[in-house]
Nanobody
């Protein structure tokens, strides 16, 4: 089993920045997909950005140019740099790692953007 621990959420004003971190308890790079999702109140959970198993990145269209996913292989950690935050970015942000065999989620970290 893989544990995922997120950190870095909080309250920020519109236009501000935050960096989220997600540390995995095992080395998963090159083995599984690893990425960020978010869920706003009353909405479905949606993809933010991810690293595929082979290392390529995917970012949701609405977040391109503002959000950047990166990673530190030595620390088994994925980061999400969020710039130019908007009130509509307010959500619980989850990291996830998955393959066709397993699917693990972190506990989530709250991001609140005030106008």
């Amino acid at each position: 089993q893989v544990q995922l621990v997120e950190s870095g959420g909080g309250l920020v004003q519109s236009g501000g920045s935050l960096r989220l971190s997600c540390a995995a308890s095992a080395n998963i790079f090159g083995i599984s997909n690893f990425g960020w999702f978010r869920q706003a109140p009353g909405k479905q959970r949606e993809l933010v950005a991810l690293f595929t198993r082979v290392g390529s990145t995917v970012t949701a269209d609405s977040m391109k140019g503002r959000f950047t996913i990166s990673r530190d292989n030595g620390k088994n950690t994925v980061y999400l740099q969020m710039n130019s935050l908007k009130p509509e970015d307010t959500a619980v942000y989850y990291c996830r790692t998955w393959t066709g065999t397993y699917d693990y989620w972190g506990q989530g970290t709250q991001v609140t953007v005030s106008s």
